[in-house]
């Protein structure tokens, strides 16, 4: 990654009005960089790929090609809503692809967390070289890389760009968030009009829920993971703690306990709850949650999620436990 360093003068983005201004210089330079040649882009749907992409649509509109990869790893309604904003609102080029199987299927059986991260990581970069091979006069590959990314670059956090792309591709790079700082990039992400739960959204690692069905991915498995976290999302949202809490999730390890219900012998796995503050994600905090919220989201999730027969709290801090369980 070549190093860019932030100009001391560069005031830092915090209003709407910062916000356009930056916009408006950044469309004209995109549209000097581009011309009316093709812009390439992985949209995961996170924050800073999103922000881009809204960038890029406002500079150049249907010269840029999103590309959406769903791995079969994202949360619940998290493709789909890729497709209802990119797609639909702004009516972008947009290629969607279902590599679920694929995925899975190479995921299969493999316990092991690095091996699974590489896997997801590699597979990601082949299924995006297939797509982009397969459009004719792309001459721009855009990216979300931001400030952090470039003074991050130098190891610590490696094994965290999984689901970056290879260094090899023959394409000129579009980077306009580069210089940006998170808050800053969100605050622009609103200017631009992206929905604010998509620009405040916690951050969510490359490979996914894979790093969160523990052990080898079975899908029933799998599927009980995403509809549990989806329960876990929507009551942290509508009971204040979504804005209050840094990042929160339910992983699901790979084993059974014995319970009952309706009667008769009903084994399950357990849903781990995890719900951190932090602010680099270097240390990281547990956050109290009300004790009857946890009751009703135990309830919801034995309730309505098949599989799922006890909820469990997680509460070690970072350091000793990582803020991930793989
Ligand atoms: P840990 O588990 O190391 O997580 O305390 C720190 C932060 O990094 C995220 N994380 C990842 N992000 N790929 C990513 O893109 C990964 O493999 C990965 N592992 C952890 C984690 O969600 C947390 O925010």
Known sequence: MEKFVRPETMARITTQELAD????????????????????????????????????????????????????????????????????????????????????????????????????GAEFIKVFDEEASKLEGISFLAQGTIYPDILESDGVKAHHNVGGLPEDMEFSLVEPVKLLYKDEVRVVGEALGLPHAMVYRQPFPGPGLGVRCLGAITRDRLHALREADAILREEFDKNGLAGKVWQYFIAVPDFKSVGVRDGKRYEGWPAIIRAVNTTDAMSATIEEIPYALLHHITDRITHEVEGINRVLLDLTPKPIGTIEWE
Do not use: W
């Not at 995109?30 to 890029?56: E, N, P, T």
């Not at 692809?97 to 493999?110: C, E, I, M, S």
């Open 21 to 120: 201004a930056f916009i408006a210089e950044q469309v004209a330079e995109i549209r000097a960089q581009v011309g009316d040649k093709k812009v390439l882009l992985a949209l995961s749907g996170g924050v800073d790929s999103s922000v881009v992409a809204a960038l890029l649509i406002k500079a150049i509109g249907k010269q840029l090609v999103c590309v959406h990869v769903n791995h079969g790893l994202m949360r619940k309604g998290e493709s789909e809503q890729v497709i209802e904003v990119f797609g639909k609102e702004l009516d972008a080029n947009l290629i969607y692809v279902d590599a679920t199987d694929r995925f899975l299927d190479l995921l299969a059986g493999v316990a092991e967390p690095e091996k699974k991260r590489k896997i997801i």
